[in-house]
Every structure is written in structure tokens, then in C-alpha cells.
């Protein structure tokens, strides 16, 4: 299959491929040999896609695979925030390309739902110049537009599940980008509090129960908030705990 170049902004430079193993992977490999911060790996297919914490990331053709190279000059804990800018650019790329679908909610840190199940994921790694600052920052973006995989632990969904036509990948990859962009600009110019506040508009189980699912405990409580940057506030056992990573999932 030969790929459709997408119409991108100046500041970024995309890099083809029909398949690789993980677009992260393969970015990863590119910053490593100097690539420029704005470098996308794009590809039709992953034969070994991954999600966060190496939970395997199902890459048929037909859906969106996509790994951004950045190069913040700013903390480790402050370049994490461009995960809640990407789920803001792939929540306003899908209402644009499928508003028929209503709202789609962030699920923290880094998830996209539609009608409750997950139509899309992002993947942020990042290798270390110093221990406060990155050396560079790889956002990986996977979106369901064709299909979606049966039996996951959160239910997902696609474009196409919903009944709507999905849109082309390369359609779809050039607004995640354009609205990328702007979700910068605006973390840029304001900060991370405009983030946030878009963020938490779009909040899936705010103020509401959940189970947070840490790397070893699983805590059930309120989901209060999160804070200045990016943390998950939970009201758990009389105590507000503060998460910088795990899981949520919603408590039925």
C-alpha cells in the first residue's frame, strides 16, 4: 500500500514507513541519532505496538499509529503536561472529524473515550539529559478508526464501531497535528493552567468514585482533581492522595 502524504504544519517532518515494529520505538531511535524535535514516525501498521506499562497495543491497518519526537526546554515533571496537550488535540481532532459521536472525554493521564470506551491512547517516553531535564520526548498517539480490539481490560471502541465512516489515516493524522499545535501554543504562551482547565472539562469520572490501579496498590476513592501538574487527587480512606501515575478505572 502506498502512503498518502498528509499536509502538515512547517514545523513538522514526517517520517513514512508501511510497517514497523513500534512508531515509539523507531522515533526513539531517530532522537537518538539527532532527529529534530517535530520529527513524526508515521506508519500503516505495528506488528508490535505497545501501550502504557508494555500492555501490548492491537495495530491493525486502517487506524492511526503515529510517534511525535519533541524536545522541551523545560523539567521532566513540566514536559509530562504534553501528555493532557495531546489528549486535548486527539479529543478535538475526532469532534471534528466525527461529531456525530457528542463528546469524547479524557480519561486520566493520557486515554480518549467515546461513548465510554476507548477510541484512543498515547504513550509518552522520554530519555533523560539530566535527571530534571529530557533529552527528548516521544508522544506516541493510537487511534481506533477502522477497528478496535476485542477483550480489553477497559472496553475500546473505534470510529467505525460507533457507525460513522472513519476517516483516512492520513486525515486523521493531519488534524491530531493542526490541533497539536494549538494545544501547544496555548501550554506555551499560558502555561499548563489552560491545559488543565480544557482537560478537566472534558474529565471522564471527576468528582466521581473510581479505582485507581497503581504499580503495586490498588486504591479505591473519589477522584477530587488534578493538581498544577497533572497529578491524580484522590479522596481515599479519609486522606487526599496525590498520583502522579497509574490507572483509573471507573467502581460500578
Given at each position: 500500500m502506498t502512503l498518502s502524504c498528509p499536509l502538515l504544519p512547517a514545523a513538522y517532518r514526517l517520517v513514512l514507513r508501511e510497517t514497523v515494529g513500534s512508531t515509539n520505538d523507531e522515533a526513539k531511535e531517530l532522537a537518538r541519532q539527532g532527529a529534530a524535535a517535530g520529527t513524526i514516525v508515521w506508519a500503516?501498521?505495528?506488528?508490535?505496538?505497545?501501550?502504557?506499562?508494555g500492555r501490548c497495543w492491537s495495530s491493525p491497518r486502517g487506524n492511526l499509529f503515529a510517534s511525535l519526537i519533541l524536545r522541551p526546554a523545560c523539567s521532566v515533571e513540566r514536559a509530562a503536561q504534553l501528555g493532557f496537550v495531546a489528549g486535548l488535540?486527539?479529543?478535538d481532532a475526532l469532534a471534528e472529524l466525527a461529531p456525530s459521536l457528542g463528546a469524547f472525554?479524557?480519561?486520566?493521564?493520557?486515554?480518549?473515550?467515546?461513548?465510554?470506551?476507548?477510541?484512543?491512547?498515547?504513550?509518552?517516553?522520554?530519555?533523560?539529559?539530566t535527571y530534571e531535564t529530557p533529552a527528548f520526548l516521544i508522544v506516541g498517539i493510537g487511534v481506533n478508526l477502522a477497528s478496535a480490539p476485542p477483550d480489553t481490560e477497559f472496553p475500546a471502541t473505534s470510529v467505525a464501531d460507533e457507525g460513522c465512516l472513519p476517516p483516512a489515516p492520513e486525515v486523521a493524522l493531519e488534524a491530531v497535528v493542526r490541533h497539536f499545535e494549538i494545544w501547544t501554543q496555548h501550554w506555551q504562551q499560558q502555561g499548563f493552567a489552560r491545559v488543565r482547565e480544557a482537560w478537566r472539562a472534558r474529565a471522564f469520572a471527576l468528582g466521581g468514585p473510581i479505582r485507581a490501579r497503581l504499580e503495586t496498590a490498588i486504591l479505591y476513592g473519589r477522584f477530587v482533581d488534578i493538581d498544577q501538574h497533572g497529578a491524580l487527587l484522590l479522596e481515599t480512606a479519609g486522606e487526599l492522595r496525590r498520583i502522579p501515575a497509574?490507572?483509573?478505572?471507573?467502581v460500578t
Open positions: 500503516m501498521e505495528q506488528t508490535a505496538g505497545r501501550g502504557r506499562r488535540a486527539v479529543a472525554v479524557c480519561k486520566w493521564p493520557n486515554d480518549v473515550l467515546a461513548r465510554g470506551r476507548k477510541i484512543a491512547g498515547i504513550l509518552m517516553e522520554s530519555e533523560r539529559r497509574g490507572d483509573v478505572f471507573p
